[in-house]
């Protein structure tokens, strides 16, 4: 059973960075694409930013593209995503997602298994 553990999360000023980890377990995960969603106060969830594990290849939602990075390391099983010049409008909880299978999905039907969730609260 696959499980994810969020980690990083945090409060920092606009401008600033911050790091998240995801934590992944009970697959090998070389034929999953590994997401990152975010969920703010009153609003639906939305795909932030996507990776296949096995490649390398990823794609990101145009709100994220230029400031967010998603990475992963193999050998730790985690996946990552770095947020530059953040700003107030990125506050949300950030979720990590797997889903089966290589593709470019940005529906959260897609992606199976999820974290329980990060907190991210950038200041203005």
């Known amino acids: 059973q696959v499980q994810l553990v969020e980690s990083g999360g945090g409060l920092v000023q606009a401008g600033g960075s911050l790091r998240l980890s995801c934590a992944a377990s009970?697959?090998?995960?070389?034929?999953?694409?590994m997401g990152w969603f975010r969920q703010a106060p009153g609003k639906e969830r939305e795909f932030v930013a996507a990776?296949?594990?096995?490649?390398?290849?990823?794609y990101y939602a145009d709100s994220t593209k230029g400031r967010f990075t998603i990475s992963r390391d193999s050998a730790k099983k985690t996946v990552y995503l770095q947020m530059n010049s953040l700003k107030p409008e990125d506050t949300a909880v950030y979720y990590c997602?797997?889903?089966?299978?290589?593709?470019?999905?940005?529906?959260?039907?897609?992606?199976?298994?999820w974290g329980q969730g990060t907190q991210v609260t950038i200041s203005s």
């Open positions: 997602a797997a889903s089966e299978g290589w593709h470019y999905s940005r529906d959260i039907a897609d992606f199976g298994s």
């Open positions: 009970g697959s090998t995960f070389s034929r999953y694409t």
């Open positions: 990776i296949w594990w096995n490649s390398g290849l990823t």
